[in-house]
């Protein structure tokens, strides 16, 4: 299980030197930020419920401090997009915003299910990922990913579904790694075979930034006024009409 606070920030070498990326992620119970620069990827990771408001711009802040660069270097800034909570999510795309349009830079926006789906992959070297994110509403938001030279692509579509209905996709074939707190949660009432799993995993910045680092190469970045979350469901906390 992941345990509360700050975990050890840690370096990973990377090839893109000349490129210099932010990501951040609020989507889940998870809040964590991760940077690339000079070919180095630095990271913080928090599980911290209901603490993303105070808790990221300080993180941020200390990323930075601790990389020596200047929010001015940056490249672009990418971001956990959802699916995920609804606050946390709009958290994450209120600061990505509001730096980007200061800064002038575009964002890059991320599935969170993706996210964890790379996550396995770099933890537990899964080829195919059925990613489960536990949506309340006794649903689950689902996402099933393949590996191609590195990137955990999508595999059909993501949805939020009862976990009845969660299934992989018609060509699958091979061993499949569950990830996420839908199988947590609903592991007894999803009805797919896997060869292992992780249900307490959380998307984390790092793996967010990996997949950021391939949109970036492909010419994905959008301005800051495209940055839109992603929430699977057509209706959410939607007000009521007044009387």
Known sequence: MPQAGLMPVHFVTCPTAMTTLLALDTATEACSVALLHNGQVLS????IPRLHAQRLLPMIKQLLADAEVPLSALDA?????????????????GVVQGLAFALERPVLPVSNL????????????????????????DEV???CYRAEQGEMRLAGVEAVLPP????????????????????????????????????????????LLSLARFAWARGEALDADLAQPVYLRDQVATPKASV
């Open 44 to 47: 913080h990771y928090e599980v």
């Open 77 to 93: 800034i990418a971001f956990g997009r959802g699916p995920g909570a609804f606050t946390g999510v709009r958290i994450a795309i």
């Open 114 to 137: 993706a996210v964890l789906a790379q996550r396995s992959l770099r933890e537990h070297g899964a080829q195919q990922v059925a990613a489960a994110i536990d949506a309340r509403m």
């Open 141 to 143: 938001y689902w996402g």
């Open 164 to 207: 009845e209905r969660a299934c992989l996709p018609g060509d699958a074939s091979g061993d499949w790694f569950a990830a996420g707190t839908g199988w947590g949660t609903f592991a007894a009432r999803i009805p797919v075979a896997v060869s292992g799993q992780d249900a307490a995993m959380l998307p984390h910045a790092e793996d």
